[in-house]
């Protein structure tokens, strides 16, 4: 195709959704035509492959791109009502902290189907994605800075490994309009001494199944790690709010 910039190396997949989503109001790419495959695509822009999977799914979320199986990714009109009923959704779940449990408990099922997914399906680009999110994740926390934007791109790379580019989008309309306030409470559970050590060595058991291509214990280490999470943090937020056991 040719027509792609080169993209630097900072958000590297906002840049291809921005590049593409500004092709398509500029009118250089079209409702119906086809996008490149992601290969050629990772090509021409000079990045891997799965950060174009995380570009693509982020322009589906926003209406802008279809993928139809055997067939590729197209271009398609935005689906304005669409995407402002998903963002109303989550941002009505965001000024409502009781639903946060709940939250979690979405996230428990797909995440884990996720890594089931992911430990079937990887390829190396994939394992290599993984890796530097736990790497960045590993100098955070000997530095004293936020590990907080690594783990969320160490559960998308997961995401796009799984090369199931709905599960893909929900799980990112979930990261991107839940942000805020999960790194909210991950503040608060970083508060107990030791636990950025004990999320970095959960991550690495995570990745370790999906390396091995053990999906079953991929799937069961992501559900162990949210919920001990899930458990961690309500239970702190009760105690300071004076509330009770966990229900």
């Known amino acids: 195709m040719g027509r792609f910039e080169r993209i630097a190396n900072q958000r590297i997949y906002q840049q291809i959704v921005d590049q593409i989503s500004r092709m398509i109001r500029e009118g250089s790419l079209k409702p119906g035509d086809r996008l490149p495959p992601e290969r050629q695509l990772a090509e021409?822009?000079?990045?891997?492959?799965?950060?174009?999977?995380?570009?693509?799914s982020a322009l589906g979320l926003m209406g802008l791109v279809e993928v139809r199986h055997g067939e590729g990714t197209f271009v398609?009109?935005?689906s304005e009502?669409?995407?402002v009923s998903s963002m109303a959704l989550f941002l009505t779940m965001e000024q409502n902290a009781s639903l946060g449990k709940d939250l979690i408990e979405i996230r428990t099922a797909l995440e884990g189907e996720s890594a089931f997914l992911a430990a079937e399906r990887r390829?190396?680009?994939d394992l290599a994605a993984i890796e530097e999110t736990l790497r960045q994740m590993e100098v955070a926390l000997h530095t004293g800075m936020s590990a907080a934007d690594p783990d969320w791109r160490f559960h998308r790379a997961i995401a796009a490994a799984s090369g199931n580019g709905l599960l893909v989008q929900v799980m990112q309309m979930l990261a991107e309009n839940m942000q805020e306030s999960i790194d909210h409470y991950r503040?608060?559970?970083?508060?107990?001494?030791?636990?950025d050590r004990v999320l970095l060595e959960e991550h690495q058991?995570?990745?370790e199944a999906i390396r091995d291509q053990e999906p079953e214990l991929a799937r069961s280490r992501m559900h162990a790690h949210i919920m001990r999470v899930r458990r961690t943090l309500?239970?702190?937020?009760?105690?300071?709010?004076g509330?009770?056991?966990d229900s």
């Open 234 to 241: 309500y239970g702190a937020v009760q105690a300071r709010r």
């Open 205 to 207: 058991g995570i990745y």
């Open 243 to 245: 509330g009770g056991a």
């Open 76 to 78: 398609r009109s935005a």
């Open 81 to 83: 009502e669409g995407l």
């Open 187 to 195: 503040e608060q559970l970083l508060r107990i001494p030791g636990m």
């Open 123 to 125: 390829e190396q680009d």
């Open 44 to 56: 021409e822009f000079g990045v891997s492959r799965p950060a174009v999977r995380e570009a693509l």
